[in-house]
């Protein structure tokens, strides 16, 4: 069983930066892809960014251009680098990683951008 906790969620004002963290307990090597949702409330949960096993990334519309996925494999942590955040990205930011047998969530951090 793998565990993923996130951290680097806060308050910040429009136009500001924020990096969110993303550890697992275990080998990042084994996941297939490993990405970044958010989800607010009354709402669906939907794909910000997600990085394949060999660096291949991909985006969603809205953050295209103002985000950036990464991964360390030997620090076993994904990251997400937030910038010219917009109040429309205030959610709470889940990090997932799967298999394709598997699949791992962490519990969230909650990112509230002011404006």
């Known amino acids: 069983q793998v565990q993923l906790v996130e951290s680097g969620g806060g308050l910040v004002q429009a136009g500001g930066s924020l990096r969110l963290s993303c550890a697992a307990s275990?080998?990042?090597?084994?996941?297939?892809?490993m990405g970044w949702y958010r989800q607010d409330p009354g709402k669906q949960r939907e794909l910000v960014a997600q990085?394949?096993?060999?660096?291949?990334?991909a985006y969603a519309g809205a953050v295209k251009g103002r985000f950036t996925i990464s991964r360390d494999n030997a620090e076993n942590t994904m990251y997400l680098q937030m910038g010219s955040l917009k109040p429309e990205d205030t959610a709470v930011y889940y990090c997932?990683?799967?298999?394709?047998?598997?699949?791992?969530w962490g519990q969230g951090t909650q990112v509230t951008v002011s404006s």
């Open positions: 990085i394949t096993s060999g660096g291949r990334t």
């Open positions: 997932r990683a799967f298999t394709f047998h598997d699949d791992y």
């Open positions: 275990g080998s990042i090597f084994r996941f297939n892809a």
